[in-house]
């Protein structure tokens, strides 16, 4: 596609609820990030994939948190027994690393509400 | 450990003045610096970067930074600003390997009549 997408666009939840969010990178690019959008703050990384393995997971902030890549597309994050603190915008990024120093493409965020 | 600080976490500027947000970042290592911009509802996009070429860098819609590695900061600037402008900003510095971005807590720029 022509850009990164991400699904669904809007997400609200139950508490203690597992949820999973997707996300479709550029066509190509072998790097992809996850990053967090908390209400009033920067965005905070999760986990970085080059290819369909993630050698940096230190932003996932618990073990509720995973992540998985297949087929060097398509992304999925997954929150488990959700919980409040969980809220936030949900950021998808994809580069393409030999290419211009790193310029990630963002999609356009899951927003997750739990309820 | 590389890091961001961006100062003000709004701005707010009249229609035709100078626009000025300021990062400071730290990093042990020559950076690469980021700013990217956040329309409402829209995902980031990316403005400029300094990647050790020129220290002057300059971007989309009219904005440049400079690069000063002796006040260790990365202002971002615009002549005149327009009410289109007004948008949430970030600062981000590349961290380690994998090319993991490391963002301010941005700056939310209101431009008014």
């Known amino acids: 596609g022509a850009g990164v997408s991400q699904s669904p666009s809007n997400k609200v939840t139950e508490k203690g609820k597992d949820v999973e969010l997707r996300c479709d990178p550029i066509?190509?690019?072998?790097?992809l990030y996850w990053y967090r959008q908390r209400l009033g703050q920067g965005l905070e990384f999760l986990i970085y994939?080059?290819?369909?393995?993630?050698?940096?997971k230190s932003g996932l902030p618990s073990d509720r948190f995973s992540a998985e890549r297949t087929g060097e597309s398509v992304s999925t994050l997954t929150i488990q027994r959700t919980q409040q603190e969980d809220s936030a915008v949900y950021l998808c990024?994809?580069?393409?690393?030999?290419?211009?120093?790193?310029?990630?493409?963002f999609g356009p965020g899951t927003r997750l509400t739990v309820l | 450990a590389q890091s961001v600080t961006q100062l003000g976490s709004h701005v707010s500027v009249s229609e035709g003045a100078l626009v000025l947000l300021r990062c400071n970042y730290s990093?042990?290592?020559?950076?690469?610096l980021f700013w990217y911009v956040q329309y409402p509802n829209q995902g980031l996009q990316l403005l400029l970067k300094?990647?050790?070429?020129?220290?002057l860098v300059k971007g989309i819609n009219g904005f440049e930074a400079e690069f000063k590695k002796s006040e260790t900061s990365f202002h971002l600037t615009k002549p005149s600003a327009h009410m289109s402008d007004a948008a949430e900003y970030f600062c981000?510095?590349?961290?380690?390997?994998?090319?993991?971005?490391?963002f301010g807590t941005g700056t939310q720029l209101k431009v008014e009549l």
């Open positions: 981000a510095v590349r961290t380690g390997g994998g090319n993991k971005l490391t």
């Open positions: 990024a994809s580069s393409s690393l030999g290419g211009s120093y790193n310029e990630q493409f």
């Open positions: 994939f080059q290819g369909n393995s993630a050698p940096d």
């Open positions: 300094y990647t050790s070429a020129a220290t």
């Open positions: 066509s190509g690019h072998t790097a």
């Open positions: 990093s042990s290592v020559p950076p690469y």
